[in-house]
Nanobody, 121 residues
Framework: VQLQASGGGLVQAGGSLRLSCVASGRTFSGYNMGWFRQAPGKEREFVAAIWWSSGITYYAASVKGRFTVSRDNAVNTVYLQMSTLKPEDTAVYYC???????????????WGQGTQVTVSS
């Protein structure tokens, strides 16, 4: 399994970015695709996730209403649309895949390399 995350960058507070995660190496039906982030000096934290088959989504309270996770089965890609960005959203963002529904890093089996998001005030 390989996950390739992209789309990070520098944006001003209040702006938007869309992250992409291209997944390959197997079929992902029945898998849970998650996004996490890690800021310097902090633990990796859950952001959002989507079940590949059903499209059911769930979010961390800190991003609910601002971020939207989605997937495109045709191109094996999961997206994280981030709006109304805040400086505290600055972090390296990772995509991950696992077979269980969870908000802990240990719930996920495979990880992408991460993409940096920096939000300036």
């Amino acid at each position: 399994v390989q996950l390739q995350a992209s789309g990070g960058g520098l944006v001003q507070a209040g702006g938007s970015l869309r992250l992409s995660c291209v997944a390959s190496g197997r079929t992902f039906s029945g898998y849970n695709m998650g996004w996490f982030r890690q800021a310097p000096g902090k633990e990796r934290e859950f952001v959002a996730a989507i079940w590949w088959s059903s499209g059911i989504t769930y979010y961390a309270a800190s991003v609910k209403g601002r971020f939207t996770v989605s997937r495109d089965n045709a191109v094996n890609t999961v997206y994280l649309q981030m709006s109304t960005l805040k400086p505290e959203d600055t972090a390296v963002y990772y995509c991950a895949v696992g077979v269980v529904s969870g908000g802990r890093p240990n719930d996920y089996d495979y990880w992408g390399q991460g993409t940096q998001v920096t939000v300036s005030s």
